[in-house]
């Protein structure tokens, strides 16, 4: 919905040009024709426009944004902790988890790392896991950062900010305690800064895309809402419920009884849209 570049992108202030350089819906559509590629039919539904269409948090941050901070940071970590090779250091990490775990019953936890799960040979660093793994260790990322990095190395000292915004953004998707001006001054800090951190140190800290559309996310909507109530979460939970009061049973119609069950209660509970 903007003209950044990646170039521009590196600009995350409020004064950004790209703030400025927005899109209307027969603009992008414009755009998309002179590229030479075709629109979605999903632009021919009635009263349809770009506005409609929301940035994903679990596909933007869990395994984009965050995924590749909490990798450099944890890597960063490594670095600093005791121990005689860096295989040694990871399993002490490791244990690490264990006890930030036993204290965060729900959720979702890693079952091993390895340097591997954050670095892998030419890349950048990058947590490897599931989408609630990564979200778990957003917590244990600025623990670990404040326990082993020196606040007194600016390069530490930012990574160890960084982390405090990161953090910041997830604490604001709880609902009752959701305000959309600290979740945009969050992400606009956490830009800033790895950014910052991207310049100065590009080998541990890599600059991607997902950084502005996170600020697409959090700073940029017309109408602020909590990311929480459009993530793909909510479809993955209500698909797994449906398959299981679908599982087969009872003979060969269950499947198409359950099914159109599940159909007629969707409908008696949704109200029609006004178009």
């Not at 596909?59 to 995924?67: E, F, Q």
């Not at 390895?114 to 950048?124: G, I, R, V």
């Not at 793994?133 to 600016?154: N, T």
């Not at 405090?164 to 945009?184: A, C, H, I, T």
Request: aromatic share 8%; charged share 25%.
């Amino acid at each position: 919905m903007c003209r950044c570049t990646k170039e521009m992108m590196k600009n995350a202030s409020a004064t950004a040009t790209w703030r400025s350089e927005r899109c209307s819906h027969w603009q992008l559509i414009e755009r998309i024709l002179a590229k030479g590629d075709s629109t979605s039919p999903i632009f021919s539904c009635p009263c349809f426009r770009t506005t409609c269409i929301k940035v994903d948090w679990l596909h933007c941050v869990d395994l984009g944004v965050a995924a590749d901070f909490l990798g450099s940071l944890l890597y960063t970590v490594i670095k600093k902790m005791p121990g005689r090779s860096e295989d040694a250091k990871v399993r002490k990490m490791f244990l690490e988890m264990q006890d930030y775990y036993k204290e965060r019953t729900g959720d979702s936890q890693l079952d091993s790392l390895t340097k591997l799960m954050l670095k892998q040979p030419k890349k950048s660093p990058k947590l490897r896991g599931r989408a609630g793994e990564v979200r778990g260790l957003v917590d244990f990322g600025v623990l670990a950062a404040h326990k082993y990095l020196d606040a007194s190395d600016p390069l530490q000292n930012a990574a160890m900010q960084t982390s405090l915004r990161l953090q910041g953004m997830y604490s604001n998707l709880s609902k009752p305690v959701f305000d959309p001006e600290s979740l945009s001054a969050n992400c606009r800090q956490f830009c800033l800064l790895y950014s910052a951190l991207a310049e100065k140190w590009p080998d541990m800290w890599r600059l991607k895309p997902k950084m502005h559309l996170l600020q697409e996310l959090c700073e940029m909507q017309e109408q602020p809402s909590n990311p929480s109530l459009y993530w793909t979460y909510r479809d993955e939970d209500f698909g797994g419920s449906i398959a299981h009061v679908s599982r087969k049973r009872g003979g060969k119609n269950s499947p198409i009884s359950t099914a159109t069950s599940v159909l007629d209660r969707f409908i008696a509970l949704t109200v029609v849209p006004s178009l």
